[in-house]
């Protein structure tokens, strides 16, 4: 199993304690707090090399080909961007070189985003959640509420974060476990 961020337990299990008097209100307000809290995917950020004594000029490289910045004495200020030796070059002009370079991570981001399709495992998450039993987790620790009217033991809020660590431990395996080919997503 994945380890899941101890925020993202303690979250869900405050969630818990706050949420309403069902088990389904409960499990959406421990995702909805731990969520933000659990690693994700992105795109890798370009890697810019200047080359020494070089001011005017960046480049990084990449399997789409090499991204450069670059700016010259008529170009009145603006810099330029561009990738080259790819299957599909493209470029454009900025005005700074922080914009360039901004301009240049779109368009690596645009293409390798461009490849993904909505993962397989966001539907074992959906099929994970939807077949999880609240009520079964919850009472397997033998819990017993009187609506509302107590306030949590420590061992209860304990038992809280629990059910919320395994809650939350079977939605991340499904997410980040089991993505298609085989792969983790743990780096």
């Known amino acids: 199993m994945t380890t899941i961020p101890q925020e993202a337990v303690k979250a869900a299990a405050a969630a818990i304690r706050r949420a309403g008097d069902t088990y389904t209100e409960m499990a959406q307000a421990a995702l909805t707090a731990a969520l933000p809290h659990l690693p994700g995917v992105g795109v890798k950020k370009l890697a810019w090399i200047r080359p020494p004594l070089s001011d005017t000029l960046s480049r990084c490289d990449t399997d789409f080909g090499t991204y450069r910045t670059w700016t ?6 603006k810099w330029f ?3 080259e030796g790819g299957w599909n070059e ?15 991570q779109a368009d690596y981001s ?4 461009s490849a993904l399709e909505p993962s397989a495992a966001r539907e074992l998450a959906l099929e994970q ?15 017993r ?9 420590e061992a209860e809020k304990v038992m809280l ?11 991340q395996d499904a997410v980040f476990s089991r993505t298609p080919g085989g792969s983790t997503n743990d780096e």
């Open 72 to 77: 010259h004495d008529e170009a009145n200020g």
């Open 81 to 83: 961007w561009s990738v």
């Open 90 to 104: 493209a470029n454009g002009e900025a005005l700074n070189e922080e914009a360039a370079k901004a301009a240049a």
């Open 110 to 113: 645009a293409r390798i985003l």
């Open 129 to 143: 959640i939807r077949s999880f039993n609240p009520r079964e987790e919850v009472e397997a620790y033998e819990f």
């Open 145 to 153: 509420g009187d609506n509302g009217d107590y306030t949590p033991s």
């Open 161 to 171: 974060e629990d059910f919320a660590a395994g809650l939350l431990g079977r939605v």
